[in-house]
């Protein structure tokens, strides 16, 4: 992820007639100290890093193994997440290169629009026409993204759930492919909820958090 692709996203955003809905006050997701966020996103992988800004995310440090590093909000997820807005989430992700040229672009992209005050809706209608126009590529190749850290906090019900590994492919690959189940089955299909997501997500959880330290769930069904 670089400059060029950040410039390329804003572009796209701007590009699309956006709601009269208010864009939201980004302050209660700010963190006031940018090297504690960049090392925040660094507890996965070292790599580029972006950091949130009151206009968005922009690159902070630059790293030279082609992972970049983010520290998701809340507003990375589904338009239709009851946890949206959530304040409290903060969900360090590391995208390896085939990710970081093929997932984060969209990712980013919608991030965006919903910054830029577009409704749920909005959100998904212009995802679903860019994919179609190919204005956004199906994932690469070996593309997945690590979520290790020991510090993300992924919702108020179950804040550390997993240390987990993304993996993404097209929809021509179903979750039974890969015998995935629920939240709690040992390979979640993480879009299993939502036919009409452009990408199939599966989750695995791993052992170890990137600290070193066990993963202990104490969660129901793990």
């Known amino acids: ?119 749920p809706g909005e959100m998904k209608a212009r995802m679903k026409k860019a994919y179609a126009d190919k204005r956004f590529p199906m994932p690469a190749a070996g593309a997945m993204t690590y979520m290790l850290s020991p510090k993300q906090r992924l919702s108020d019900a179950d804040p550390h759930w997993m240390p987990h590994l993304m993996f993404y492919y097209d929809r021509s690959l179903k979750g039974s492919t890969f015998g995935a189940g629920g939240m709690t089955a040992p390979i979640v299909d993480a879009t299993g909820g939502d036919p009409n997501y452009p990408m199939q997500v599966i989750y695995i959880p791993v052992r170890t958090w990137s600290d070193g330290t066990p993963a202990v769930h104490a969660g129901p069904g793990m």
């Open 1 to 119: 992820m670089n400059t060029h692709t950040l410039v390329a996203i804003s572009s796209f955003v701007a590009a699309s007639t956006l709601s009269a809905q208010k864009a939201p006050d980004l302050t209660p997701y700010l963190i006031a100290d940018r090297a504690a966020e960049v090392a925040l996103a660094r507890t996965a992988a070292p790599s580029d890093v972006l950091v949130l800004t009151p206009k968005g995310y922009t690159e902070a440090a630059r790293g030279t193994n082609g992972f970049t590093c983010i520290v998701m909000r809340s507003f990375a997820a589904g338009p239709d997440d009851p946890q949206f807005w959530n304040t409290h989430v903060s969900a360090p992700h590391c995208f390896n290169p085939p990710a970081a040229r093929t997932v984060l672009p969209a990712v980013l992209a919608q991030i965006d629009m919903a910054l830029a005050g577009a409704t």
